[in-house]
């Protein structure tokens, strides 16, 4: 498993040019086409595509249908990224995956294509995984965009689903929210049915004028769509509106605000499948799925009072932070932030959204072996700008782990900025936990 996870780490420093869709058709040719024969469900959107992606997961599971999933990125291991009704795939399953894929990377280079990119080699992977377990549905969740991104090879998806639109990857996507949504939108296909989360102003336009260009039936879901009827300690309970008009009252597990919008999102989408014949599911088993949702590193308790959340762009940054506040208002208690991030976000705007608002009593700044992790001392100074409470710089996640847990007192604790940051401590967790077996 760790000489897999090796080989796949080293791809990009051999396979760094892209292959077209057009070539990645021919790889999936080889492979027998096998998306051709999958009923999919595409997502993309700047933040909450995963979340939506567990979510339906759920209820799908829940209502009896096996489904696969496709997700990124990964926590802790790259194994991860290829779930079969929510669990990892098997070790056996995961080998026999790769193994296929390398050698056809091989063939494929000898006759004049460029090498699979990293994402490129995971999503075959992907390809030969549901050939063999042939689910009812598969999830599949784009990497960074949606018009180029390799899993828009796709030709016939059952639903297309848009999640948040904000700034993120511009560098790549554009420097507008309408540049961004133009390019998430490049996943819709002619007459496919498209669910949006359309809280994005800017993107709305985008959206609808592409829709209409391809005949696609639109559905819109707006924060009017969800109603919060109380909260609990586990998490919200809320109205949700279903694609009929009616409502179906479900309780969210997670604390997090931006959960409401997502589930909200994920209720319309399996709304919209059983209106048009694809996947009957009945509202138990929608209030059920949701119950039983779990999405790791997202607004999750990890110890009493202590959260990770991998906000790692300035639109997650400003959804954790509205949490925070709420959370804040409601106990009265402090809060302690450790962070990090990845030195092509906008760690700056970021760590400003983060400090609106919020009364915070410590940073701890984790340092990462990461090549692309940001310089610790510019984080540092940018809290600095920002507050004025002790930030402390640690030259490992377990110190700063450590530091957090030891100054946190009674109040709220959370670890956010970088999904690489928050799966380095799920993996110091569970390295604790199997210690504590022994």
Known sequence: MNTIDEYLNSIPMWAAQKNSLADIRRYLERLGN?????????????????????????????????????????????????????EMVSEDLYVEAFEKVKALSGEMTEEGLNPPTYFEFLFYMCMVIVSRCRPDFLILETGLGGRLDVTNVIRRPELTILTSISMDHMQYLGNTLAEIAAEKAGIMKPGVPVVFDASCREGVPVIRHRAESLECPLYAVNREDYTLLERGSDGPRIAVRTVDGGQVVVEVPSQAEYQMMNVTVAVRAVGVLRKRGIAWLSPDDVIRGIRRSYWPGRMEEVLPGVWLDGAHNEGGAASLADTIARMQKETGRNVNLMFGAMSDKAHELMIGRLCDGIRVGRVTIARMDNARYADVNQLAEEFRGQLDCPVVICDTVAEAWEDLLKHRGNGLAFCAGSLYLVGAVKSLLNEENEHDQF
């Open 34 to 86: 096998p998306d051709d024969a999958q009923r999919i469900i595409h997502v993309a959107g700047t933040n909450g595509k995963g979340s939506v992606c567990a979510y339906l997961t759920a209820m799908l599971h829940e209502a009896g249908f096996t489904v696969g999933t496709f997700i990124s990125p990964h926590l802790e291991m790259t194994r991860e990224r290829f779930l079969i009704d929510g």
